[in-house]
């Protein structure tokens, strides 16, 4: 397994020619809430996170609503966006890519963190995907290691 700051990746990745079912059901197995899409060079051409999962598994109007508590669930309604999302290329639901390379500093890497919605980034060696790194793991890593510091 690939580490960076002392943090294993997650090898949570689906092929550019994936479905949307493909990409949730990498997604619900992994310990991270962000897949990267991998073009055929292995280099990341998109990001899916949670967020793509409930566009593509609601209904498209929940966006538009504030206020949900005077609709009832549909479970064939749910069901049909389900598999009508599920077919669909991952291309139409991922995100454009933010990656962070193998050897970036704790401060860049913060920084893509701070500045971007997801809470796992790609991160890449010479323009490929080695893994994902989760946003909580990256910063219990810098608590461990400021406590090292720290402590005598």
Do not use: N, W
């Amino acid at each position: 397994m690939t580490e960076v700051f002392g943090i294993e990746l997650v090898p949570a990745a689906v092929s550019h020619a994936a479905t949307f079912r493909e990409a949730a059901e990498a997604l619900a197995t992994q310990p991270v809430s962000a897949v990267a899409v991998l073009g055929d060079d292995e280099a990341v051409v998109g990001v899916v996170g949670t967020e793509a999962l409930l566009h593509g598994l609601f209904p498209r109007y929940l966006t538009e609503l504030r206020h949900t508590a005077f609709v009832r669930d549909d479970t064939a309604l749910l069901a049909e966006c389900a598999l009508e999302a599920g077919a669909e290329p991952v291309g139409e639901h991922m995100a454009d890519p933010v990656v962070a390379e193998h050897d970036a500093s704790a401060t860049h890497v913060a920084e893509l963190f701070l500045h971007h919605d997801f809470d796992a980034l790609p991160v890449v060696k010479e323009g490929r995907f080695i893994g994902m790194l989760g946003r909580a793991e990256f910063c219990r890593a810098m608590i461990i290691a400021g406590s090292r510091i720290a402590s005598p």
